[in-house]
């Protein structure tokens, strides 16, 4: 059995990084 919380947190966590980078990008294009 695979402890779902920390592949649920593992999921958020790049998600949100994603985000971050994503959002960074397009503030230096601006």
Do not use: E, Q, T
């Not at 402890?3 to 998600?15: A, E």
Request: hydrophobic share 60%.
């Amino acid at each position: 059995m695979f402890p779902v919380d920390i592949i649920l947190n593992n999921c958020y966590i790049f998600l949100f990084d994603f985000m971050v980078k994503d959002f960074s990008v397009l503030g230096l294009r601006a």
